[in-house]
T-cell receptor, first 111, second 115 residues
């Protein structure tokens, strides 16, 4: 079945550091890929998405590129802020409507 | 606020009791999803509705679990004879079908603790 493996956390960075959170997937066919973010005390929010190979999703300075050859969708940001502290989830949607999530990576950004 | 609303936000119950959660989706959204999230894990799909029809159910949804969406608007998730393993965050999401990939909007969840 479909699955998502993402980098174990927690990740702690200083403000303005470069962020990478790795995500790889296993799926049949051509899934759509997503990054969701969960800020403390809030619900999951869609951060960015990509629907086909080589698509790049971007939002709020975050980027991720759909790499079919490596089955990856790594999340990157060039300069993190304290306000980026949250839990980040990689997810895919395959042939059905359900989202399949990774376990989540907690990011803490210190000033 | 016109986002997805879930009630209650927290529920503590004794083992063996029944509990019911409610989800009010974004008003024009025709799809509604239930997920369960345990500590340190990502959300796991339970079931989804298109309008009032329940179209898919996960094997996680044992016969003690039942979900309804009677008029295609709000939904309820009932757990009968709760067990300690049912302790989790129960998340609801909704989306609107249409061309392309539609975004699912999540509520803040109902945290269930079975003691």
């Amino acid at each position: 079945g479909n699955s998502v493996t993402q980098m174990e956390g927690p990740v702690t960075l200083s403000e303005e550091a470069f962020l990478t959170i790795n995500c790889t997937y296993t799926a049949t066919g051509y899934p759509s890929l997503f990054w969701y973010v969960q800020y403390p005390g809030e619900g999951l929010q869609l951060l960015l998405k990509a629907t086909k190979a080589d698509d790049k999703g971007s939002n709020k300075g975050f980027e991720a590129t759909y790499r079919k050859e490596t089955t990856s969708f790594h999340l990157e940001k060039g300069s993190v802020q304290v306000s980026d502290s949250a839990v980040y989830f990689c997810a895919l949607r395959g042939g059905s409507e359900k989202l399949v999530f990774g376990k989540g990576t907690k990011l803490t950004v210190n000033p | 606020d016109t986002g997805v609303s879930q009630n209650p936000r927290h529920k503590i119950t004794k083992r063996g009791q029944n509990v019911t959660f409610r989800c009010d989706p974004i008003s024009e959204h025709n799809r509604l999803y239930w997920y369960r999230q345990t500590l340190g894990q990502g959300p796991e799909f339970l079931t989804y509705f298109q309008n009032e029809a329940q179209l898919e159910k996960s094997r996680l949804l044992s016969d003690r679990f039942s979900a309804e969406r009677p008029k295609g608007s709000f939904s309820t998730l009932e757990i009968q004879r709760t067990e300690q393993g049912d302790s989790a965050m129960y998340l609801c999401a909704s989306s609107l079908t249409g061309g392309g990939i539609t975004e699912a909007f999540f509520g803040q969840g109902t945290r269930l603790t079975v003691v």
